[in-house]
């Protein structure tokens, strides 16, 4: 006697970006489960599916947004009542990845604490982890599990090309994000440049960017960044490039985090076009003129088709997601 296995695909939502879910779900023509998600009264979170998920192909959609501990425990929670309502496979899906700026020790006596993160995520019973351009690809080696690393260039490159922008020049803001610079710079034919930037010693937050490499003067600048946080880095190189003679000096980063006092600066910076993903919800509060908000759902859906069907996830983005 023989049996073909059914299989089936679950897609779950935490509750820090359920619009994104929603708009994943519509691209992959499924149902969002249902995690019925509550908390008591001293605010410990509690899930039960609202229907059965055994045998299910489980995927586990938060992104760690602020409060982050609240939405990471919520992720793990998600997890482990999935893996106990006996889930063939469960794949978190983290469109941000908190904590991934701590993937190393840059002084004595700090947590590496990506890696604890990582470790969480395992122990909660994720047998897969699906995210969007980490801070460090490092963190990758960081599983013990599968882990498949998306990029949003795709999306951000493809919005360039439609603006049709003469004499552009790529640049990065810092020397770390040269290479992904590079990248877009190869895939737009345009030229590249750096900004030589460093951060006080002892300080959070601050940044002093010093020089400019590369031909910028009457050209429309675009910085290319993993994320926006407080804004220091991309508004001091703004500053840098414009006074170097940039025409326009636009920057497109994929997670918008915007803690204050970001969204003033950037209005108030050199800036004249910030473009973002919805990796992160960004309140109608936080939205300002400049502000461009780009779609990763069709990435992610795509990806997760692929997990599903056990193709490659690396053929979505030509090989270019692995670092």
Same mark, same amino acid.
């Not at 025409?247 to 969204?263: G, K, N, Q, R, Y």
């Given at each position: 006697?023989e049996f073909?296995?059914?299989?089936?695909?679950?897609?779950?939502s935490?509750? &820090?970006?359920?619009?994104?879910?929603? *708009?994943i779900a519509?691209k992959?023509?499924?149902? !969002?489960?249902e995690?019925?998600? $509550?908390?008591?009264? =001293?605010?410990?979170i509690?899930? $039960? #599916?609202?229907?059965?998920?055994?045998?299910s192909?489980?995927?586990?959609v938060?992104? %760690?947004?602020?409060p982050?501990n609240? &939405?990471?425990?919520?992720?793990?929670?998600m997890?482990?009542?999935a893996?106990?309502?006996s889930?063939?496979?469960?794949?978190?899906?983290?469109? #941000?990845?908190g904590?991934s700026?701590?993937?190393r020790?840059?002084t004595?006596?700090?947590?590496?604490?990506?890696k604890?993160?990582a470790?969480?995520?395992s122990?909660?019973g994720?047998d897969r982890?699906?995210?969007?351009?980490l801070?460090?690809?490092?963190i990758?080696?960081?599983f013990?599990?599968?882990f498949?690393?998306?990029?949003?260039?795709p999306v951000?490159?493809?919005y !360039?090309?439609?603006?049709?922008?003469?004499d552009?020049?790529?640049?990065?803001?810092d020397?770390?994000r040269?290479?992904?610079?590079?990248r877009?710079?190869?895939?737009l034919?345009?030229?590249?440049?750096?900004? %030589?930037k /460093?951060?006080?010693?002892?300080?959070?937050?601050?940044?002093?960017?010093?020089?400019?490499v590369?031909?910028? *003067?009457?050209?429309?600048?675009?910085l290319?960044?993993?994320?926006?946080?407080?804004?220091?880095?991309?508004v001091?190189?703004?500053?840098l490039l414009?006074?170097?003679g940039?025409?326009e000096?636009?920057c497109?980063? /994929?997670h918008?985090?915007?803690s204050?006092?970001?969204?003033?600066r950037?209005?108030?910076?050199?800036? /004249?076009?910030v473009?973002?993903t919805?990796?992160?919800?960004?309140?109608?509060?936080r939205?300002f003129?400049?502000l *461009?908000?780009?779609?990763?759902a069709? !990435?992610i859906?795509?990806?997760?088709?692929a997990?599903?069907?056990?193709?490659s996830v690396? *053929?979505?983005?030509?090989?270019? =997601?692995?670092a």
């Amino acid at each position: 006697m023989e049996f073909t296995p059914r299989r089936r695909l679950a897609l779950v939502s935490g509750r &820090s970006h359920p619009e994104l879910a929603r *708009e994943i779900a519509d691209k992959l023509g499924v149902e !969002l489960g249902e995690a019925n998600l $509550r908390e008591f009264a =001293n605010g410990e979170i509690h899930c $039960r #599916y609202g229907s059965s998920i055994r045998g299910s192909d489980v995927f586990i959609v938060q992104t %760690h947004c602020g409060p982050v501990n609240d &939405s990471l425990m919520e992720h793990l929670i998600m997890i482990d009542a999935a893996k106990r309502a006996s889930a063939k496979r469960i794949t978190a899906v983290c469109p #941000y990845y908190g904590y991934s700026r701590q993937d190393r020790k840059a002084t004595g006596r700090e947590p590496i604490t990506a890696k604890l993160v990582a470790d969480m995520l395992s122990v909660a019973g994720a047998d897969r982890v699906v995210s969007v351009d980490l801070h460090s690809g490092q963190i990758q080696g960081f599983f013990d599990v599968p882990f498949d690393h998306l990029t949003a260039a795709p999306v951000l490159v493809d919005y !360039l090309r439609r603006q049709d922008v003469p004499d552009l020049v790529v640049v990065a803001p810092d020397a770390g994000r040269v290479k992904v610079a590079e990248r877009f710079s190869q895939h737009l034919s345009a030229d590249l440049a750096l900004v %030589h930037k /460093t951060r006080p010693r002892g300080k959070v937050n601050a940044v002093e960017a010093r020089e400019v490499v590369g031909d910028v *003067e009457g050209r429309t600048c675009v910085l290319i960044d993993d994320m926006i946080d407080t804004a220091g880095t991309i508004v001091a190189a703004a500053e840098l490039l414009a006074d170097r003679g940039a025409a326009e000096v636009w920057c497109m980063a /994929t997670h918008a985090v915007l803690s204050d006092p970001a969204v003033d600066r950037l209005k108030n910076s050199a800036l /004249t076009k910030v473009v973002v993903t919805n990796t992160l919800p960004i309140p109608p509060e936080r939205h300002f003129d400049k502000l *461009e908000i780009l779609s990763v759902a069709e !990435l992610i859906s795509d990806a997760i088709d692929a997990v599903f069907e056990d193709t490659s996830v690396s *053929e979505i983005f030509g090989g270019e =997601n692995l670092a």
